[in-house]
Structures are given as C-alpha cells and as structure tokens.
C-alpha cells in the first residue's frame, strides 16, 4: 500500500543553520499530491507546501520543497533556520481511492528544534 | 473564528468507559476527519467521512466508531475506553481530492 517514510525523528540545529527535512514516499498512483503540514506547539496543524508538478519547485513562508518522481521523494528546505522554524513538521502523500475520497497519509513526523 | 472547533480541549476518562468527542466545522467542507496523533506514530486516520450519515474506516478503526449527523459535525466515539486510546485526537475538514486539510485544535484524552 502507500507509504509515506520521514526518516528522522528529530532534528536539531543552530540558528542560521540550513534545515533539510527527508521525505519519500511510494505509491501505486501516478498523480501522486504530496504536502507539507507544519504543527507548532499548542497550535492545529496547517499546510506549509504542496505539490503534484514533477521538479517543479513549491515555496512558501522561507521553506521550499521540490516533488521528484524519479525518485519518490519530496526533501523540505531552508537556506537558514531560524528559532520559531522549532515544530513537528509532517510530509504526507493524498491518496484518491475509490469512492472520491480524499485520504492523506502522512510520515511519522520530524521534529525539528532550532537553538541559538 | 476558528473553522474547526473541538469538544472537549481535554478529557480524562476510566477504563471501560464511553467518551465521546466532538468537532464541528464551519468551512462548509465535506470531507472530515479524525485522527489520533502519538509520538513516534505521527497522524493516524480513524475514521472519516465524505457525506453527513455515512462514514468510512481509516487504517486504525478498531475499538472507534465515527458518526456524522450533519455536514458541519463529526463525533468519535470510544464505547468502551482503554489505556491504549490515551492520545491527542485532532479533527479536520477539507474540500475534496488533493485539497487541504483543516485542522481543529485537538482533543487530549487521558485514559486511567
């Protein structure tokens, strides 16, 4: 079945430090829509990016992601973290089964934590 | 105003007990959602639902079920509470395929 893989479970860094978050996936649909979700501490999760073009770089808020088919993966990036970047940051692949539902799968998580 | 309202913010219920969880939306969507999220697990999907009065199992259905009265309101229901359920359980709502998923400000359940 479809899989979403976020290798690491945390990650830490200095400030100004570039961030590059893992994500690959594998599914059997080729429209595969992959998103980045953003979950601040005490706050809801929200969208941070999304993509279904092929080597298209997506840009939003400072961070930046390109979805590669070739290899399945969808890597989260920023040139220089800064101290509020610190949260759990979730890769998650939409799944369009039958029915019209509009599942998404989602990664075990990152959670990132920038110090200064 | 916040689109996707949860009730109760927090809850501690005993084992064997029936806790029931609430979300309303007012996005006017007619996915919903309900998942649990644990350390190491990430966002799990419990139950959802594409249309009011149906509703479909996620990957992790068992000891939940999942009713939706109305468009705008989506319950999840432990009818008999364990240990294991103690998570933090978020609801969302989103528009359709490939769209995004709001997301309610979570439920955390404590089980004793």
């Known amino acids: 079945g479809d899989s979403v893989t976020q290798k690491e479970g945390l990650v830490t860094l200095t400030e100004g430090l570039p961030v590059m978050l893992n994500c690959t996936y594998q599914?059997?649909?080729?429209?595969?829509?992959l998103f980045w979700y953003v979950h601040y501490l005490n706050e809801s999760p929200r969208l941070l990016l999304k993509?279904?073009?092929?080597?298209k770089r997506t840009e939003h808020q400072g961070f930046h992601a390109t979805l590669h088919k070739s290899s399945s993966s969808f890597h989260l990036q920023k040139s220089s973290a800064q101290l509020s970047d610190s949260a759990l940051y979730y890769c998650a692949l939409s799944e369009a089964s039958q029915g019209g539902s509009a599942k998404l799968i989602f990664g075990e998580g990152t959670k990132l934590t920038v110090s200064s | 105003e916040a689109a996707v309202t949860q009730s109760p913010r927090s809850k501690v219920a005993v084992t064997g007990g029936k806790v029931t969880l609430s979300c309303h939306q007012t996005n006017n969507h007619d996915y919903m959602y309900w998942y649990r999220q644990d350390t190491g697990h990430g966002l799990r999907l419990i139950h959802y639902s594409y249309v009011a009065d149906s509703t479909e199992k996620g990957d992790i259905p068992d000891g939940y079920k999942a009713s939706r009265p109305s468009q705008e309101n989506f319950s999840l229901i432990l009818e008999l509470a364990s240990l294991s359920q103690t998570a933090v359980y978020f609801c969302?709502?989103?528009?359709?395929?490939?769209?995004?998923?709001?997301f309610g400000p979570g439920t955390r359940l404590t089980v004793l």
């Open positions: 993509s279904s073009t092929d080597n």
């Open positions: 599914t059997i649909y080729s429209n595969a829509f």
């Open positions: 969302a709502s989103s528009g359709g395929n490939y769209a995004e998923q709001f």
